[in-house]
């Protein structure tokens, strides 16, 4: 049995909106722009993808699953994330080497400690 990870799906009350919002925040492509399935990939070709669905109610509670995202310069990127309109996100975390921030609907979603220069 082989699987490949097409894509995973993210419930939002304005997919278009927060399919921009996180096209802008990791850089990728728009691969569909519909209003009910607003799809986004690092490449036209390249898997996996963010598909936003609408959906009515709004997010309650901690999500129980998010990404993970690794940057060169972790300071940075998070003032970047923030200026985009990300939030500062209190999960219980305490104090990390990773920041949590929420996307403009309130999904977590966790930035790492910078990569390290390789020795």
Request: charged share 30%.
């Amino acid at each position: 049995m082989s699987l490949e990870w097409e894509q995973t799906i993210v419930d939002a009350r304005d997919p278009v909106g927060l399919g921009r919002w996180w096209t802008e925040a990791l850089g990728w492509v728009v691969v569909n722009d519909a209003a009910d399935e607003y799809e986004i990939r690092p490449g036209r070709d390249r898997l996996p993808g963010l598909l936003f669905v609408p959906v009515a109610d709004p997010k309650l509670g901690k999500n129980r699953l998010h990404l993970d995202l690794r940057p060169d310069d972790r300071d940075l990127e998070v003032q970047r994330l923030l200026d985009l309109g990300a939030t500062m996100a209190d999960v219980g975390q305490g104090e990390q080497s990773w920041v949590v921030l929420a996307d403009p609907e309130g999904n977590e979603f966790c930035v790492l400690e910078s990569r390290k220069p390789p020795r």
